[in-house]
Structure formats: structure tokens, C-alpha cells
């Protein structure tokens, strides 16, 4: 069985503020090393129950996130963005997906750091309906025969995916400051925290063949509603359907909506014709600044494990 860890940052054990989520900060040095934890116990859990090939694939921002000479070198690693065949890259033979770290929707009222796909909406809808990253991703792995069996994050976060992915196992995580920077009772915390990721990856996995393929039926009605206005104006250079800040599009299945969701946040009509070649110097550029010119750590008093 091949296991695709996805792994986002904002829902890891020992994150608490923004600043450790921003790429180049020295506080998101400190907490790549916290994601890098959590991602190498749900690999663990993975081969614990019965995974024979897993890769990691990490999402967040540009992707280079794991610190890769941490990472459980069982697992294969697939940093930063691809245009072919998909954002993700090659996943077509992944059985079963676990998504580590995530975060709550765009709008959602008193949630850590909350968006879908990206800062600049205010909301994304599908079919009139508020939606969440895992509603996104996880039709889109969908209708590619690939279930999400594992979600962990923040409570309101692991609700809203739950409520499309009710089959999921799942590991709440505190994102108070204080959880992290009272030293004996934090490191106590974290241990068991991600014993817990472990444990509960073991179980998705062993109960690979009850999750479910997440498919939201077609005809998709996509809204996008930016910030502003003016975010609105300056990325709608596909002129879809715009209404003041909304922006709207139709498809008959979440591969294509995904796909022009993406051209509408990341691809202009300019580069798209290069959108491979681009894809891939951002890659090689991210992977190298990340790898070796990254900040010193700065855990801000955290308990460290
Ligand atoms: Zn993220």
C-alpha cells in the first residue's frame, strides 16, 4: 500500500502564531522543525500499519516546508508545486491519504490563521456552500480513486473536514501559546501529542479499505471571494465572472474547477504556456533557499522536543 502524507504547517503540534508559518521568518524555522516531528510519527504510523511505500508531499506556501534531513528517510519527499499532472505532482498511485497540520476555512470566526488555498479569498463557496480546504483537496483526490483516512489540526479545523470526510480518523491540536511554552507540561504534551499522530495514522492505515473516495457530484458552481476589490481586479486576468470582489466558474467535475481555481490564484494567461518551466525554476529556487540559506531558529521560548 503507498501512503501519501500531505502535509500543510498552520495545525502542527507547537505552532501558536502566524509568524511560524511565514516562510523565511526565523520563527517558521522553528516551526518547520515542529511540522518536520509531526510528519515523521504520522510515517511512522503509516509503516506501523502496514504501509509499504509512503511519500511525503508538503503543501504549504511554495512547499519546501519538512526539514528534509530530519524526515524519516523511509519516506519519499515531494517539495514545492507542480503544473503536471497535477499541483501535487505525480499522486495518481497513492492509496490512501493522511493530511497533517491543516487549518480551518476562510471566514471561519476565531480560527488559527484561517484560508482556503490561499490568503486572498474572504471565502471560497462550492455549490452555495462554504468550503474548506478538505472539501477541495480531498474531491479532487477523490475522483482520482484517493481517500483522505487522517486529518490533524486545530478543533474547528478537524470539524469542517470531518463533516465531508466522516469515515477520517483524526488529532485535535491546541494552538495556544500556553500549551507550548510551559516547559515540562508542554514537552509531556507534545510527547503524547504525537504518540497520538502515530497511533491514529496506524489505525487509518490499517483501515485503509473503509475511507472513502471523497466525490462532490457535478455540475461544480465555484465562488471565489476575494479581500477586496482591488485583489479581485488584479487576479482575475482569466476575466471569468466577476461580481465587486466574487469571482465565479463553472465545471462539471473538481479536477477541471480545481485546475481553474489554480490557474485564477497562480497562473496568469502570460505564463501559462510556460506554466511547466516556471513550475519547475520555482522549485529548484525554493528548494535551494529553503535547504541552505535558512534563518537560525527562533522557538520563542517553546518547549522543544
Ligand atoms: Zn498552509
Not at 526539514?67 to 524519516?72: E, G, S, V
Request: hydrophobic share 40%.
Amino acid at each position: 500500500m503507498h501512503v501519501g502524507i500531505f502535509a500543510d504547517i498552520e495545525g502542527s503540534f507547537g505552532i501558536w502564531r502566524m509568524r511560524q508559518c511565514r516562510m523565511g521568518t526565523r520563527e517558521w524555522q522553528y516551526g518547520r522543525a515542529c511540522l518536520t516531528e509531526d510528519v515523521n510519527h504520522a510515517i511512522q504510523g503509516a509503516f506501523d500499519g502496514g504501509a509499504d511505500k509512503v511519500t511525503v508531499k508538503d503543501t504549504h506556501e511554495v512547499g519546501f516546508n519538512c526539514l528534509i534531513d530530519r524526515l524519516d528517510s523511509r519516506a519519499k519527499y515531494i517539495g514545492g508545486h507542480y503544473s503536471s499532472p497535477s499541483l501535487f505532482g505525480k499522486i495518481t498511485d497513492l492509496d490512501l491519504v493522511l493530511y497533517v497540520a491543516i487549518h480551518a476555512a476562510s471566514g471561519t470566526e476565531g480560527a488559527f490563521f484561517p484560508h482556503t488555498h490561499y490568503g486572498i479569498f474572504s471565502e471560497v463557496r462550492l455549490n452555495n456552500r462554504r468550503v474548506c480546504e478538505m472539501d477541495i483537496y480531498g474531491a479532487y483526490l477523490g475522483e482520482l480513486g484517493i481517500p483522505i483516512g487522517f486529518v490533524s489540526g486545530e478543533d474547528i479545523a478537524v470539524k469542517q473536514a470531518l463533516a465531508s470526510l466522516p469515515w477520517a480518523r483524526s488529532v485535535v491540536v491546541d494552538k495556544r501559546k500556553e500549551a507550548y511554552t510551559s516547559s515540562e507540561k508542554s514537552l509531556r504534551y507534545l510527547k503524547e501529542g504525537r504518540a497520538m499522530l502515530r497511533q491514529t495514522a496506524q489505525e487509518a492505515v490499517r483501515n485503509a479499505s473503509k475511507m472513502q473516495p471523497l466525490v462532490i457530484p457535478g455540475p461544480l458552481h465555484f465562488e471565489a471571494v476575494f479581500r477586496t476589490r482591488l485583489l479581485a481586479d488584479k487576479f482575475n486576468r482569466w476575466k471569468f465572472k466577476q461580481t465587486g470582489e466574487t469571482v465565479e466558474w463553472e465545471s462539471e467535475n473538481m479536477i477541471d474547477g480545481f485546475d481553474m481555481l489554480n490557474k485564477l490564484t497562480f497562473i496568469p494567461p502570460k505564463i501559462y504556456p510556460f506554466r511547466r518551466q516556471f513550475a519547475f525554476l520555482l522549485r529548484s529556487y525554493f528548494r535551494i533557499k529553503n535547504t541552505y540559506f535558512a534563518p537560525k531558529p527562533n522557538s520563542e521560548d517553546a518547549a522543544e522536543t
